[in-house]
Structure formats: C-alpha cells, structure tokens
C-alpha cells in the first residue's frame, strides 16, 4: 500500500493553455509552441503550482486542469 504523499506525488494533470507563443523564454523548452491554439502541458501534483506561475510569467492562460487518467477517459 502507498503512502497518501507518495500516491499523491505520483498523480499527473494535463493543463489546457492558450496564448502562449515562442519567445526567448520558450526557446529553451523541448517542444515548440504555435500562438493559435492550445497547448497540453502534462504536469506532476508536485510542481502544479510552479507550473501555474511560469505559464502566467509566459502571458499565457490556463483554461482547464484535469487528472490524467480523467483526460485519457475523454
């Protein structure tokens, strides 16, 4: 049986971002990123709120969060 943290840090969301475009901050990221549209961010429980800070430092917004395993279902 898990632990509660560990369960907890092995959860994944998937984060639906709109307006982000490719700039010198996003150059150093592993995927390229087109302004139209929207981008789908995979992210650990652990780092959800760092992840919402550097999105919004980005200009970019945050339309919806879900768990993975509920994202994969649709």
Known sequence: MQSLSSAQENRLFVYEVVGLSQNDK?????????????VFLTVPYSRMNQEMRRITRLGARIVSIKPLNAAAAE
């Open 26 to 38: 996003t150059d150093n990221l592993d995927y390229s990123i087109r302004k139209s549209g929207s």
